[in-house]
């Protein structure tokens, strides 16, 4: 049973900066493509970041610059580190894995990954 918890959100003022974490159970979960997507009220939800198998990176261009996701496969987690932070970043974030079918490229772009965590809200103060 694969699960994916997040943690590590809460309120920051502009400027400031909050690490999420995201702790994933079930096997070769952290050997497979992984991201962050992040919703704000009345927007749709938007791909932030993803991280490959080989530990390749992309991001949103509106977060390029200011975030960074890792992983840490020893400790089973995925983690973003977020600095510089807006009041437009505000929203609830969820991490995600696991790509079956489609190249990470597209889970990313199409938001096709096989688990979510249940999301952790993150609001920036101006």
């Known amino acids: 049973q694969v699960q994916l918890v997040e943690s590590g959100g809460g309120s920051v003022q502009a400027g400031g900066s909050l690490s999420l974490s995201c702790a994933a159970s079930?096997?070769?979960?952290?050997?497979?493509?992984m991201g962050w997507f992040r919703q704000a009220p009345g927007k749709e939800r938007e791909g932030v970041a993803a991280i490959n198998s080989d530990g390749s990176s992309r991001y949103a261009d509106s977060v390029k610059g200011r975030f960074t996701i890792s992983k840490d496969n020893a400790k089973n987690t995925l983690y973003l580190q977020m600095n510089s932070l807006k009041p437009e970043d505000t929203a609830m974030y969820y991490c995600a894995a696991v790509c079956t079918f489609y190249t990470c490229g597209y889970c990313y772009i199409r938001a096709r990954y096989n688990y979510w965590g249940q999301g952790i809200q993150v609001t920036v103060s101006s």
């Open positions: 079930g096997n070769s979960i952290m050997s497979n493509c």
